[in-house]
């Protein structure tokens, strides 16, 4: 009886042990944020931090003179070196790290049932967007994998007839975008640091800023005015009087209802002449046209 009670508890052991592992598709852990940069013959390759090792995508390696299959049936991939092929046909030159982001989280790795083999052997892979990875040292099989520490370069040497650079290609620059401040400024700042800005007073376009901009003057422009006092207002060689209606501080206006036209000399206009000029009427003028009178 012992003995069954004690095989029933091993047998529970096991099956609990069992159920917590990783099922496929589940995040096993996320790529950090990395300056090391991976290189095939001084060309790079994107590549990710997993666990503090690099790794470049499988399928990213057709591009630098490697064969990649897919076999369906067994869910395996086979990478190997293309004799055919010496030059390299890189799709995209990787992006620079932003350093403020160094070690952060960055793409879920999932846990993946694909089993790839490098040049015959069993390799370590991950899947990272749906993309199998690949520790970049298992490639030494197809040549010669130094680590630089000068420039954080892990560098892989196809010596076979695989095109090679002379130098090390250059990252491309992170991706800016162009700011503006109400008071004429503009600032480039990295993409992902938009929105920090656009919280403290910059603008998107210059459109944005100058509105802003204009806003602010124009509800300065309003500010010695008030409903009910009289104002005028200079048409060069008549003067129209009239009693504030209402205040719009965003655009600048002032609806004024005129009650009187003079000429130069002070003479009263009626008839015609007032009503070409609206006496007797409500109509929104800008403030800066405006006298305010006592």
Not at 49 to 73: H, K, M, Q, R, S
Not at 88 to 104: A, C, F, V
Not at 148 to 168: H, S
Request: net charge negative.
């Amino acid at each position: 009886m012992k003995k069954l009670v004690s095989l029933l508890l091993i047998l529970c052991l096991c099956a609990g042990s069992i159920s917590g592992y990783a099922k496929n598709g589940d995040i096993i852990t996320y790529s950090k944020a990395t300056d090391i940069v991976a290189y095939i013959n001084h060309y790079a390759i994107e590549s990710y931090n997993v666990n503090g090792i690099t790794c470049v995508g499988a399928e990213d390696l057709g591009n630098f003179g490697f064969i990649v299959e897919w076999n369906p049936n067994n869910r395996s991939l086979y990478i190997g070196r293309n004799p055919w092929v010496n030059e390299i046909t890189q799709y995209s030159i990787p992006y620079e790290t932003d350093p403020k982001t160094l070690g952060m989280d960055t793409i879920p790795v999932l846990e993946t049932d694909i089993t790839t083999y490098v040049n015959g052997m069993l390799a370590t892979s991950y899947n990272i967007g749906g993309k199998t990875v690949v520790e970049f040292d298992s490639l030494a099989t197809f040549g010669k994998v130094e680590w630089n520490p000068d420039f954080r370069a892990l560098k892989l040497w196809v010596e076979d007839g695989l095109e090679m650079l002379t130098y090390m290609q250059s990252l491309k620059k992170l991706p800016t975008k162009t700011l503006y401040s109400a008071d004429g400024r503009s600032i480039s700042v990295l993409e992902n640091e938009v929105n920090d800005y656009l919280n403290v007073g910059w603008y998107a376009t210059k459109d944005e800023a100058n509105a802003v901009k204009q806003q602010a003057a124009n509800q300065k422009a309003v500010q010695k005015f008030y409903v009910g006092q009289n104002v005028m207002q200079n048409l060069f060689v008549l003067c129209k009087y009239g009693v504030v209606d209402a205040i719009d501080a965003n655009s600048g206006k002032i609806k004024v209802y005129w009650t009187e036209i003079q000429d130069a000399y002070g003479n009263k206009q009626k008839g015609m002449t007032g009503m070409m000029y609206g006496l007797n009427s409500s109509v929104w003028v800008d403030a800066a046209n405006l006298t305010p009178l006592r």
